[in-house]
Every structure is written in structure tokens, then in C-alpha cells.
């Protein structure tokens, strides 16, 4: 990784907050979101680096941010977390922070850039919760869809689109409500049922994310 002081002089103003934060945090961030961090700048545009499937299908990424909600707060097994939720561009909703896989990026980095941009925060990635296949509403195209749950350690003030989104934590009951997409409620019911069924031992080892 470049030295701070070489970062700085080439990256705009977001990133010096952003950089200088980051040096501030009490516990010390994967390498990998550092590396991603660091060349984040302005949220990306364009399509010229997207993925795409041999079916044709855009490959879309994201995660559902979570923390742990306090015992004597939860009323129910699936109210143990607390999901963050983002506002749609379009106004109509709330949703999981998402957008294009790009070719020089792994899935990961793409599903933690991706949140960074739309929602502000930083955290530990876990295993995959799945894919779907969905068709957007906006174009007549199909897309593919991967979905990660973030288990959230850090909630900036300034981000890239604070300005066009507005977020907030809720329950899963009311994500459930306000998600308009089956296919991103589908994914926080995998990430309930994780919770609420926590894998054996010896199970967690044979599905490792690879």
C-alpha cells in the first residue's frame, strides 16, 4: 500500500477525511478494505469495466449491513439484528446497498465498495448468503445478483452518495416491509436464518466461504 502522504496528494477531499479516520480507528481494518479504501475517490460511472455472465446477464453486488441488536430489545428470534437500509433513488422504498461487479475487482471488494459508496459504512464481510436472477425495473435486462452479509464496525459521517441517499437502521420486520425486491428480502431471510439456526461446528467448516 502507498504511503498516506502519497495518497493524499492525488486524492480528493472525501478521501483525506476518509484516510484520516481510518488511522484513528481503534482496531485495525482488513488489508483488503485498506487497498479498497485507498483508490476509492468518487463513486464509480459508467460500464465500461462491468461484468456480465454468459447468458448476458449484468452481475450485481451488495450487502445487507447489520449489527447485533441488545437482548432485552429483541421481541422475537429474528429481531436478534438490526439491517440497515438505504433509500432508493427513485424514492419508492428502502433497499441494500448494491451495484455492478467490475473486472478489476474480486466479488468481495466490489460488494464492500458498493456499500461504502451508497451507505457509509465499513465492517467484517461473511459468506455468501446466495444469488438470484431478477429482471430491473427500470431497463428490460436480467441481472444476477450476489448478496453478502456485513457485520457493520464503523459508520462514517461523510460518504460518497450522502447527498442522494438517506439511510437508517430498522428492524428485520420492517426491512421486510419496505424492501421492495423479493429477491433482496429472500437474501435477509438467509441472513435471519443463519442467526436464528446457527450452523454446528463441524458443519461452519465443510460450508467455509472459500
Known amino acids: 500500500m502507498r504511503g498516506i502522504s502519497g495518497i493524499l496528494t492525488n486524492f480528493p477531499p472525501f478521501i483525506h477525511f476518509l484516510l484520516s479516520l481510518l488511522e484513528r480507528f481503534p482496531v485495525k481494518l482488513p488489508m483488503q478494505i485498506e487497498k479498497m479504501v485507498s483508490r476509492l475517490s468518487y463513486p464509480r460511472t459508467g460500464r465500461h469495466l462491468q461484468r456480465y455472465d454468459n447468458r448476458g446477464f449484468r452481475l450485481v453486488v451488495g450487502c445487507i449491513p447489520y449489527r447485533y441488536r441488545k437482548t432485552e430489545d429483541a421481541t422475537s428470534n429474528d429481531e436478534v439484528i438490526e439491517v440497515l437500509v438505504i433509500s432508493a433513488q427513485n424514492g419508492q422504498g428502502m433497499l441494500f446497498p448494491k451495484g455492478g461487479w467490475e473486472k478489476d475487482e474480486s466479488m468481495e471488494a466490489a460488494a464492500i ?24 425495473k427500470r431497463q428490460s435486462i436480467f441481472h444476477e445478483g450476489h448478496m453478502f452479509p456485513l457485520l457493520v464496525k464503523q459508520e462514517l ?54
Request: charged share 40%; with cysteine.
Open 113 to 136: 465498495r458498493e456499500t461504502l459508496e451508497e451507505a457509509g459504512v465499513l465492517g467484517n464481510i461473511e459468506c455468501k448468503l446466495g444469488k438470484w436472477s431478477y429482471k430491473s
Open 157 to 210: 459521517d461523510r460518504w460518497p452518495e450522502k447527498n442522494i441517499r438517506k439511510r437508517k437502521w430498522v428492524t428485520v420486520s420492517k426491512a421486510r416491509e419496505e424492501c421492495p425486491h423479493l429477491w433482496m428480502r429472500e437474501a435477509l431471510e438467509e441472513l435471519v436464518r443463519r442467526h436464528v439456526q446457527p450452523q454446528p461446528k463441524e458443519e461452519e467448516n465443510k460450508t467455509a466461504c472459500k
